[in-house]
């Protein structure tokens, strides 16, 4: 596995909780991580966790590369959702 795929998933697992709670402030309509779709649920996940994470990856890029990836394996609202949660998570 290339280098900075195994920092990813090893880095969203060891903070995965930490990750969760992060996206659960940002749901709304009492919505929980765990009622996300599993695809989503991941993308958010890798997507905040490069962007906190990541030297090389600047936040905005995170966030693009997660919308594409939201639209080639999330349903139809899935790239606006991705882009709506991380967004939150880039300074103004």
Known sequence: M?????????GVVEHQDDLDKKISEHLKNK??????????????????????NSLEVPRKVAIDEAIEMA???????????????????VEG
């Open 2 to 10: 290339p280098d900075y795929l195994t920092f990813l998933v090893s």
């Open 31 to 52: 919505w929980t991580v765990q009622r996300l779709s599993r695809i989503d649920r991941s993308i958010l996940r890798v997507g905040l966790f490069e962007m906190e």
């Open 71 to 89: 639209g080639d394996f999330g349903d139809k609202d899935s790239k606006s959702f991705i882009n709506g949660i991380l967004s939150n998570f």
